[in-house]
């Protein structure tokens, strides 16, 4: 099965960081989770808020568990709150279902994990989150 190698997990923070910086937005923290759910690598920028961890493993946990991006999240939340609240309450309340958690696919559709980034507005977090795929040659879906 294909993954994501930690020298890619470590280019996609690099890049969603770099696009961060030119974006001028506030510090952010970048976790990416293999297909089975599992870090592979996370970076936290100085002056982020220590409780960035959680929040953007639960953006990227949610999209991988699920096979569904932060987007299409927030709006099954918004259409149903009860099937959404489910899935929290199965996942031990790890699911942060809103823009910033994206799927990361390779050229054949192949779901290799996901990335959460946050720090700043969920939009934000997601435009940024897509260059840093985008860089490496991989697909994103926010």
Same mark, same amino acid.
């Given at each position: 099965?294909?993954?994501i190698s930690l020298r890619r997990a470590r280019q996609i923070i690099k890049?969603?960081?770099e696009k961060g910086a030119e974006l001028g937005l506030k510090p952010l923290s970048v976790v990416v989770l293999d297909a089975g759910g599992h870090v592979k690598a996370f970076e936290r920028q100085d002056d982020a808020a220590p409780g960035r961890f959680a929040i953007a493993h639960g953006k990227a946990y949610g999209a991988v568990m699920l096979g569904? =991006? &932060?987007?299409?999240?927030?709006a099954r939340a918004e259409q149903q709150a009860y099937f959404m609240a489910a899935v929290n309450g199965a996942y031990g309340?790890?699911?942060v279902p809103v823009p910033g958690g994206i799927l990361v696919r390779d050229a054949k559709g192949n779901t290799l994990g996901a990335i959460?980034?946050?720090?700043?507005?969920?939009d934000n977090d997601a435009e940024a989150g897509l =260059? &840093?795929?985008e860089r490496v040659g991989l697909i994103g879906e926010a």
């Open positions: 099965m294909p993954e890049g969603v960081l569904m =991006a &932060g987007r299409a999240q927030m309340g790890q699911v959460g980034v946050t720090g700043d507005t969920s =260059a &840093g795929i």
